[in-house]
């Protein structure tokens, strides 16, 4: 009898336990849940080591991602666009010195959710200047749901002149080489820029090293002066501190 009663206990304490265990419909719930908490809580945060090996007027990718553009800069403005403007600040405009020529390129990087979330230093130089511009009106998304899944997709989207790129809050550092002026600007996503910089006005900086850190990803824009000729379409992945995306000409 006591034998009996200890079986019908342990059958009883078993059948609880299997009603207390998630119902098979809520497991893909609870799968995508723990996904999205490592994506935003661990993944974004990591570090990889780069070992950047630049050659003498090369310029390395400022972040890892997809090439979203490369236009050609004339008088200061890209389709009608002002490049100052854009880059926050007339002083960081590349074209705008005597060694600069009459124009130049403007390179943007879409960095996802799933790239690596650090920007690194294009070229080694001295940081003339290092500012911060907030959105009055709010973050916008920087091409809406439907290029944020083209990009995932490995379909890039021309985010130049979208309201987010345009109007979201930015931080700009200006490198002097002996090519001109190099401008690196972090366009904030519609989460906001959440941005945080490792440079100040003065710093001798070096090509691949970290240059700022994106919590939330974004548009890197890359402006270079005549002197350089891009070697990156639009379309290609880049690693940043690793991959050269122009170079000065002989």
């Known amino acids: 009898m006591r034998a009996r009663t200890v079986c019908r206990a342990g059958g009883s304490t078993l059948t609880g336990m299997r009603s207390r265990s998630l119902p098979p419909v809520l497991l893909p719930l609870v799968a995508a849940g723990v996904a999205a908490w490592y994506l935003?809580?661990?993944?974004?945060f990591r570090d990889p080591v780069r070992l950047p090996q630049a050659g003498p007027g090369d310029v390395l990718s400022p972040a890892d991602g997809t090439v979203s553009f490369v236009r050609r800069v004339q008088g200061g403005q890209v389709d009608q666009v002002s490049v100052p403007e854009l880059l926050n600040g007339p002083d960081s405009a590349p074209d705008s010195g005597p060694q600069n020529g009459p124009g130049g390129w403007l390179?943007?990087?879409?960095?996802?959710?799933?790239?690596v979330h650090y920007a690194y230093q294009p070229v080694s130089g001295t940081v003339t200047r290092v500012a911060r511009r907030d959105a009055p009106a709010g973050n916008a998304a920087l091409g809406g749901t439907g290029a944020a899944l083209g990009f995932l997709a490995g379909r890039p989207a021309d985010l130049l002149g979208t309201r987010g790129t345009l109007e979201n809050a930015r931080l700009s550092s200006?490198?002097?080489?002996?090519?001109?002026?190099?401008?690196?600007?972090?366009?904030?996503?519609?989460?906001?820029?959440?941005?945080?910089?490792y440079q100040q006005e003065g710093d001798e900086a070096r090509a691949g090293f970290k240059a700022a850190f994106m919590q939330e990803g974004?548009?890197?824009?890359?402006?270079?002066?005549?002197?350089?000729?891009?070697?990156v379409g639009v379309g290609d992945r880049v690693t940043g501190a690793q991959t050269v995306v122009a170079s000065a000409r002989n």
């Open 40 to 44: 935003r809580s661990v993944y974004r």
């Open 107 to 115: 390179i943007g990087v879409f960095v996802g959710p799933l790239d």
């Open 174 to 197: 200006v490198t002097t080489t002996p090519f001109g002026n190099v401008t690196l600007t972090l366009v904030a996503p519609g989460g906001g820029l959440r941005g945080t910089t």
């Open 218 to 231: 974004g548009l890197v824009l890359l402006h270079l002066p005549a002197a350089f000729t891009p070697s």
